[in-house]
Structures are given as C-alpha cells and as structure tokens.
C-alpha cells in the first residue's frame, strides 16, 4: 500500500473551510484514497473515499490532483466538534488487507 | 451505517488479572475482525486478525498467548488479555469487516483498559 504523508496538526476557525491535505505520490492506479477521522477516546470514523474524481457527500469533499500524487480533504464549515485526527489511507478497492493507520493529522478548530 | 459495538467501553483490573473484551457487529455478519491498540497521543497499532472460526493472525512483537482472540461467530470476536500488567493499559479498538462482497471496515467505539 502507497505511503501517504500528512502534517502532523492544523488549525481552523469555526465556520470556515479546513482543507486537510495528503501527499501520495507512490500511489498506484488501482489504489483508492480512504480518509478517516478520530474523536478523542472514540473510535475511527469513515469519512470519504476516491479513486480519481472528486468526491462530495454529507461531510465533506475530496480532491484528488489529476496525477493522483495527493489530495485535500475539505470539511467546508468546520465546527468544534470536527476537532479530531484525520487518517489518509491508501489501499486497493476490493482489497482484503486491512487499514493501516499513520500518525494523521490533528485539526483543531478553533472558536 | 453498520455498527459495530464494544463492551465494556472502560475497565480496571488489577495486575495479573485478566479482563475480556467483546466486539460485536449489530447489523451485518462480519467474517473478519481487527483488534488494534492505541497509546496515548499515539496511532492505531494492528495487534492481530481473526476470521471466523479460525486461528487469529498475530503482528509481529504481539503475543499470542497474552492477547487472546476469539471469533466463534460472525457477529462476535473477543480479546483477553491475560494476566495484565499495568504496561497493557490502552484503549482497545475492534474493527470489523463485513462477508465477502464488500470490504469496507466498520470500527467500534473502543475500550479503555486500565491495569492497576
């Protein structure tokens, strides 16, 4: 699986965008991006996925550059209660392997 | 979405004692679980694998004999961890996979185990 790099922390006024980012540049073509976030003391919580286009849903959008190297997650009104961390993932669609967590991103939106 | 639940959701045992863990899927049949492990300020560690029915699949460095894993059925896997000491003090998180067709993992909400 691609090894994705994400900044370690971000912070983000309440009702503004955050724009989390991830570089992937190892990804392969058949390997989707996964994110993922935790609150604290809870557990991981599916956000979104993509392969190559951009992805909207009730969270949040997703967009992939054209080269697939990296992407940005978009919460686009960030609240208090989206503090958390954030987890890129790379990983075949279809794939039995499970996911495997790097140290993520620490968004901490602010009042 | 599925669910996934964990019970209990915090625990304190005393040194060399042994606590269980249970993890279950609520709404779907889940043939793979996880079980991982987080450090404070720390990421999600995958401790080990378990399908239903057969022996779990172990990382490296966890021992198979302190963390003990169970799947009986598929909505159900276990984790023991026997005679703990205060090092094994975590929070424990199970994840499960739902039957071949689809591979998305669901998470539960994790439990905080405390060795005194």
């Known amino acids: 699986d691609a090894k994705t790099t994400q900044p370690p922390s971000m912070d983000c006024a309440e009702g503004r965008a955050a724009n989390l980012p991830c570089n992937h540049s190892?990804?392969?073509?058949?390997?989707?991006v996964y994110w993922y976030r935790q609150i604290h003391s809870q557990g991981p919580q599916y956000i979104i996925h993509?392969?190559?286009n951009n992805e909207t849903n009730e969270m949040a959008s997703l967009i992939i550059t054209e080269d697939r190297k990296s992407s940005t997650l978009i919460l686009p009104h960030a609240t208090l209660r989206d503090t958390a961390v954030y987890y890129c993932?790379?990983?075949?669609?279809?794939?039995?392997?499970?996911?495997?967590f790097g140290s993520g991103t620490q968004l901490t939106v602010l009042p | 979405g599925a669910v996934v639940s964990q019970h209990p959701s915090r625990v304190i045992c005393k040194s060399g004692t042994s606590v269980k863990i249970e993890c279950r899927s609520l709404?779907?049949?889940?043939?793979?679980m996880f079980w991982y492990r987080q450090f404070p300020k720390k990421s999600l560690m995958l401790m080990a694998t378990?399908?239903?029915?057969?022996?779990?699949?172990?990382e490296q460095g966890v021992e198979k004999d302190k963390f003990l894993i169970n799947h009986a059925s598929l909505t159900l896997s276990t984790l023991t961890v026997t005679s703990a000491h205060p090092e094994d003090s975590s929070f424990y998180i199970c994840?499960?996979?739902?039957?071949?067709?689809?591979?998305?993992?669901?998470f539960g909400p994790g439990t905080r185990l405390t060795v005194t």
């Open positions: 190892t990804i392969s073509g058949n390997e989707y």
């Open positions: 378990s399908n239903e029915g057969s022996k779990a699949t172990y």
């Open positions: 993932i790379a990983l075949p669609s279809g794939s039995a392997r499970q996911l495997t």
């Open positions: 993509g392969l190559k």
């Open positions: 994840s499960a996979r739902a039957a071949v067709g689809s591979y998305e993992q669901y």
């Open positions: 709404d779907f049949q889940a043939t793979t």
